[in-house]
Nanobody
């Protein structure tokens, strides 16, 4: 089991920046693909960005060029730097840790943190 705790959310004006952090405990982040998902009201949870243990990154098209994911496995922490924020980025953001156990994907989730982009 791994426990994930997010921080850094809040209210920001359009065009502003926020950095989300996610600290893991129980196991090392070095064992997982770490990622960030988000869910807006009335919408499905969607991938924002993830980063494998090898360093490969994947981003949603809507955030490419504005968001950046990074990880520091020595601190068991993953970050999401969000720049040029838009009202459409408003959502609850979830940290994820994903592993493959035999042939099955297993995903652990944080409790989520609210990000609101509004003037």
């Amino acid at each position: 089991q791994v426990q994930l705790v997010e921080s850094g959310g809040g209210l920001v004006q359009p065009g502003g920046s926020l950095r989300l952090s996610c600290v893991a405990s129980g196991r090392s982040t070095g064992e997982f693909t770490m990622g960030w998902y988000r869910q807006a009201p009335g919408r499905q949870r969607e991938l924002v960005a993830d980063k494998t243990t090898r360093g490969d990154e994947d981003y949603a098209l809507s955030v490419k060029g504005r968001f950046s994911i990074s990880r520091d496995d020595s601190k068991n922490t993953v970050y999401l730097q969000m720049n040029k924020l838009k009202p459409d980025d408003t959502a609850v953001y979830y940290c994820s840790a994903e592993e493959i156990v035999f042939t099955q994907r297993r995903t652990y989730w944080g409790q989520g943190i609210q990000v609101t982009v509004s003037s």
